[in-house]
């Protein structure tokens, strides 16, 4: 099949366009990022993500190409979208930034392409291009089709995880189901409206989840219980409770932005969203109270380990180990920080700096490299990382 894949240099746009290049189809990945074209075409992904270069290596040297052209829109057969959808500083959804993307393509869709949309969005999305395709006299058909994959898991789960396909009529169904059949998934057939709830559901799913733990985590931290072990008993041979998580920090671009996707969505009555967005949010403010109760932090140089949203990732949007760095440099003697994967970051130094210049060192992303570091100096390590308690 012919594709294109429009936000195809971001980070579930390009591990889909090569899955679908390597996979015999003819693809193209249109962004409108310049730099992150011209990496592609040369080879290189614009992020780490395991597996992606190879697969990218091959992709380039097949019938593989990225381009700034929205014209190269034209000749798909199907037009897959999966542009960013970020909340705003006030935690407002954008639900424009799908439509307004289609809006800028329009020109060169028609009637025999398939539309399928893939960004997570805010409920109706699909709807809104459907409107703005039949007003300007597209007969092309909309289909959504959520991405469920985790970043650094992604060429993986893109052969793995079942496709939810929400189509109108069967035949759009069947075109979607195809195209993601040769990726060897299975595929789930819904409406557009519960693909888009069902996508919301799963992130927000997650985030509650993980907020459940950290106020655990909190809870037992304040009464002096070893949470570590309280949940090693929950979780021993007891498979109701084999998805019980670890306490951390609990963030990045997609869960919390979800959350608060569906808390719009609901009006702002979405209680169990907000409570878990307090929950999630606040626990850096938590860590650093209950270390000022430790450790004179005025008097205290504090180094954070890794600034990533999560362990083994380059990806620092929305990493809380920045509300991290900012509450520590307001309270604290200074903040040294450093990760090996994170590169848009100028304020970073090396490891070695950052363990020899600070009196207190805390794990902001659980790099697996931090479970071995030897140093005298105390380690927070509210992942349990070390093994040694996760306590604060
Ligand atoms: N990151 C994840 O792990 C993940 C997982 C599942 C779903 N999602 C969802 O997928 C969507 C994309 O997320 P992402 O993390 O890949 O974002 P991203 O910012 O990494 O990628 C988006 C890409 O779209 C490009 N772009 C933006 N506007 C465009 C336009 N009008 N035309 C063409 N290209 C355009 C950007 O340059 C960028 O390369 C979001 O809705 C997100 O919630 C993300």
New binding site residues.
């Given amino acids: 099949m012919r594709i294109v894949v429009?936000?195809?240099?971001?980070?579930?746009?390009?591990p889909l366009s090569v899955a679908l290049a390597v996979n015999g189809h003819r693809v193209v990945a249109?962004?409108?990022?310049k730099t992150?074209v011209e990496q592609v075409n040369k080879g290189h992904a614009?992020?780490w993500e395991p597996g992606l270069n190879e697969l990218l290596l091959l992709a380039v040297n097949s019938d593989f190409k990225a381009t700034t052209d929205?014209k190269s829109v034209s000749d798909a057969e199907i037009v897959v979208?999966?542009?960013?959808?970020?909340i705003d500083l006030h935690l407002n959804p954008d639900p424009n930034?799908?439509v307004?993307?289609v809006a800028?393509?329009a020109a060169h869709l028609n009637d025999k392409q398939v539309l399928v949309l893939?960004?997570?969005?805010f409920p109706g999305v699909t709807e809104q291009v459907e409107r703005l395709l039949f007003n300007l006299g597209i007969r092309a058909p909309v289909v959504f089709c959520?991405?469920?994959?985790?970043?650094g898991f992604?060429v993986q789960e893109l052969s793995e995880l079942p496709q939810i396909i929400g189509a109108r009529t069967d035949r759009d169904f069947i075109r979607a189901s195809d195209l993601f059949k040769t990726l060897g998934v299975k595929t789930v057939r819904t409406t557009p409206e519960e693909a888009e709830l069902a996508?919301l559901f799963t992130?927000t799913w997650r985030y509650i989840k993980f907020a459940a733990a950290n106020q655990f985590w909190m809870m037992a931290n304040d009464s002096g219980v070893n949470f570590d072990n309280v949940r090693d008993a929950i979780r021993f041979e007891y498979p109701r409770a084999a998805d019980f998580p670890a306490a951390g920090f609990t963030a990045?671009?997609?869960l919390f932005?979800?959350t608060m996707q569906l808390a719009a969505f609901s009006n702002n009555t979405f209680a169990l969203g907000n409570s878990a967005m307090m929950i999630n949010e606040g626990l850096p403010l938590y860590v650093v109270e209950r270390l000022s109760k430790k450790y004179n932090l005025a008097n205290t140089k504090v180094g954070l380990l890794g600034m990533a949203f999560k362990g083994e990732s380059d990806?620092n949007?929305s990493s809380l180990a920045y509300k991290l760095k900012r509450i520590m440099k307001f309270k604290s003697a200074g903040v040294l920080t450093t990760d090996p994967y994170v590169k848009n970051d100028i304020e970073l130094v090396s490891e070695e700096e950052v363990i020899a210049s600070s009196d207190l060192l805390i794990i902001s992303a659980p790099h697996m490299r931090y479970k071995d570091i030897q140093t005298e100096k105390p380690i927070v390590d509210i992942w349990n990382l070390r093994g040694n308690g996760s306590a604060v």
């Fill in positions: 429009v936000g195809g240099c971001g980070h579930v746009g390009l249109f962004d409108i990022s992150a614009p992020f929205p979208v999966i542009v960013g959808t970020p930034a799908v307004s993307a800028d393509i893939r960004s997570t969005v959520p991405e469920r994959i985790a970043e992604a996508k992130n990045g671009p997609c932005k979800d990806d949007r």
